[in-house]
């Protein structure tokens, strides 16, 4: 059997996929896509989790290019990367479920349920 080489593209796609398949990490991006940019101090209340949990997940999507972060004194912001090429694909699921909600009068809180 001939093992064949995967590329450094091909390799950025099963990683960026990767970061996505976790339900916590997916919502950080859904959250941000709504809401623009958040501290870390914002995400940690919202997502009840504490500072350590949360870092180790915006750490993996920062890594993988989803997220930009920008730091402001002591205090780090987190942006969607609407340049990753992955963010057509998550702009088109997150209107989906934004119409949904709208649609069900739902609220980010009850999509975090």
């Given at each position: 059997?001939?093992?064949?080489?995967?590329?450094?593209?091909?390799?950025?796609?099963?990683?960026?996929?990767?970061?996505?398949?976790?339900?916590?990490?997916?919502?950080?991006?859904?959250?941000?896509?709504?809401?623009?940019?958040?501290?870390?101090?914002?995400?940690?209340?919202?997502?009840?989790?504490?500072?350590s949990a949360l870092s180790y997940h915006l750490k993996i999507l920062a890594d993988n290019g989803l997220?930009?972060?920008?730091?402001?004194?002591?205090?780090?912001?987190?942006?969607?990367?609407?340049?990753?090429?992955?963010?057509?694909?998550?702009?088109?699921?997150?209107?989906?479920?934004?119409?949904?909600?709208?649609?069900?009068?739902?609220?980010?809180?009850d999509f975090n349920q």
């Open positions: 059997m001939e093992v064949v080489k995967i590329d450094t593209q091909f390799s950025n796609y099963t990683s960026c996929f990767k970061a996505l398949s976790d339900e916590l990490r997916f919502n950080i991006l859904f959250y941000l896509y709504e809401s623009e940019e958040k501290c870390v101090c914002s995400l940690t209340e919202y997502f009840k989790t504490s500072q997220l930009i972060k920008r730091q402001e004194a002591v205090w780090n912001f987190y942006a969607l990367n609407k340049e990753h090429f992955i963010f057509p694909i998550l702009e088109k699921a997150f209107k989906n479920q934004s119409e949904l909600s709208t649609v069900d009068g739902l609220n980010m809180d």
